[in-house]
């Protein structure tokens, strides 16, 4: 019986396995709204088998978005399409997430495939362009790239909005019927910028210390768990290594993942990186060793991310104990079915997953002798 594919459940939510689609920002939204392109992007891997998608980093305010193209939630207009989404993956036997995420000083950044468009006024119209200046724990840019600005330091009302913000934005996810919410922690983005000691050099209360650095996140939290129903699970995605010598290090995981479980956090989605000058070799399972770091340290379910691609060893990931359950990102926009044929490889009853559309496949392996037909 393959671990990857037996049912797993978080607080109320039954999901049909433990594939998880990894947040994808896809620049391709305008004034935050999803549009086709994320139904059928979102809605293929449901179609694909996988038992979790989440949905792609998502603006709590329009200031956080990474760029003009990200999705938002940041007013109510944003819900109902949302909800069409939701209500397909839905009737595809997948459960649905959202990142909830504010970028801090490494938003209003260029979408690359757009630099021609937006040299006219018509062009920037047709991609919905915007820039403004971000806000950030710290007036300090995120590297000499012109794509970032030197962002305004937030004051304490802004700290305080930042906060509402995210439970706001909590209060629309659930009112779009998704089955969690991923707080966006991770990849140098707001929440990490507070975190981190390179890029956090406040002197007040939520500077300094870990403590202090640790103080906005878990305000956060609190405040996102507050307004997120007892029975849906609550994520967050934290860089569990700042993979930098003076940044922040798995220890500090262990001790922030703590303080997440303590406060009703059900999962830690472990990434690593996002500051300027990190160093890490990105081989094979490379962030896997994070997820188990944080799950044994922290005793709290991991999601493991980042190039795990071939199907035993997905299945070891989980059959190890190194994470409960297994994201992919790249490898899905590469093969979006890539749960469906991991489940022949892995799996026990191989058509079950796949929609009841498609199941003429089977006569097709039968044909081609191949997969379960296979000699
Ligand atoms: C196109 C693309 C967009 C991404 N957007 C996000 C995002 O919105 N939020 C996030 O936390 N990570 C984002 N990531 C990182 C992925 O979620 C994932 O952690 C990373 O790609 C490693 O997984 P992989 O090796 O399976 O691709 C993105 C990655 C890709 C390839």
Redesign the pocket.
Known sequence: MSKLFSPASLRGLNLRNRTVI????QYSAIDGFVNDWHMVHLGRFAMGGFGLILF??TGVTAEGRISYGDLGIWKDEHVAPLARIVDFLHSQGAAAGI?L?HAGRKASTPVTWNTEAVKTPEGRASVGFEQWTPVAPSAVAHSDDPSFTVPTALDLAGIKGVVDAFAAGAKRALAAGFDTVEI?A??GYLLNQFLSPLANKRTDEYGGSRENRMRLPLEVVAAVRAVWPEDKPLLV?ISVSDNHPDGWQVEDSVAFAKELKALGVDAIDC?SGGFDGAIINSVAHYQVPFAQAVRDGADIPTIA????DEAHQAEAVIARGEADFV?????A?DDPNWALHANHILGEDKYTLWPVQTKRIESLDRSLKRRSYAD
């Open positions: 990894a947040p994808m920002c792609e980093a990142q995420a966006h991770a990849h995605r990434s991310v980042g190039l795990i994201a992919l990102a790249r490898g926009l």
